[in-house]
């Protein structure tokens, strides 16, 4: 760095800190208040996703809205790679 380039490179004074609105404040953590994320509405054909309702050794059961009749349904969700880790996993899903 030429001698030029380090003259930029003061520091703020304390006039100059107090007059900055987007300087750095601290605050105390109850101060802070979390918002979680909305999660998007999920439609998958006519039904839409709603909540988990369990969890199990095949796969997780969730509920489903069928969007033209208002009706609740459970929906079974199952992975493939869960069905191959489980004796005859495959075989008894199908029966």
Do not use: W
Request: contains cysteine; hydrophobic residues 35%.
């Amino acid at each position: 760095m030429s001698v030029g380039e380090l003259q930029h490179l003061d520091y703020l004074t304390e006039n100059e800190l107090m007059g900055m609105d987007t300087f750095i404040h601290r605050i105390d953590s109850t101060e802070v208040i979390y918002q979680p994320r909305r999660k998007r509405a999920k439609l998958i054909g006519k039904y839409l996703m709603g909540d988990l309702l369990g969890e199990g050794s095949y796969g997780k059961v969730k509920e489903m809205l069928d969007s033209d009749t208002l009706c609740r349904r459970a929906v079974k969700i199952l992975k493939k790679k869960k069905l191959r880790r489980i004796p005859n996993g495959e075989a008894n899903v199908k029966k």
